[in-house]
């Protein structure tokens, strides 16, 4: 996100954040903002993968638009959380932080890439699932769920392209902050 965007910017990018105006809500809480910078975390490793999944080479045409849309979706969902941090005063990270690693032959096939696409979309809807029930702030869980909500998108569009029923669970996991932390450092070099 630059420096710069506004909120016509984010309004145009398809960001919604209801209901929070950064300056009108007290800062939130350690805990909240650490949440939020997990999350930005897990946008960050989503990002990569997109962009590393395509430069593979591997994905027919159907999966790497996909992989182009869920893209643009995480993009929009880091510029929300960026705004978020930083009308409260927190740095968001950026894709030059931090640097990520994959298991070997993780794009060596469409089969695999889409298997960890999957991976990850679980790992990001049961972060943001965690975050609207853990933070303490309402005004950040109406955007959460927002995005839960289109991570849950990603979920279901990524099984139907494995071949596998669309809809999950009744009840999504929701993950605590802790087992986010633990799954993304198993992408961190």
Avoid: C, W
């Amino acid at each position: 996100m630059s420096a710069g965007l506004n909120r016509a910017e984010l309004l145009r990018r398809g960001v919604v954040i209801t209901g929070l105006v950064p300056g009108r809500v007290g800062t939130p809480p350690d805990g909240d903002l650490a949440f939020l910078r997990l999350l930005v975390g897990v946008e960050l490793l989503a990002a990569d993968f997109q962009g590393r999944a395509r430069a593979a080479g591997r994905l027919r045409p159907a999966a790497s638009a996909l992989l182009k849309q869920l893209s643009a979706d995480d993009a929009a969902h880091y510029d929300g959380l960026a705004v978020l941090l930083t009308g409260a005063g927190v740095t968001p990270a950026t894709p030059d932080d931090i640097d990520f690693s994959y298991p070997a032959r993780a794009f060596g096939t469409e089969h695999a890439t889409l298997a960890l696409g999957a991976q990850l979309a679980a790992l990001s809807l049961g972060a943001y699932l965690g975050a609207v029930a853990q933070v303490a702030t309402p005004e950040l869980r109406l955007p959460l769920g927002q995005i839960a909500a289109n991570e849950a998108q990603h979920v279901s569009a990524l099984a139907q392209l494995l071949g596998r029923p669309p809809v999950g669970r009744a009840f999504a996991p929701a993950l605590s902050i802790g087992a986010v932390s633990a799954q993304l450092d198993r992408y961190e070099s």
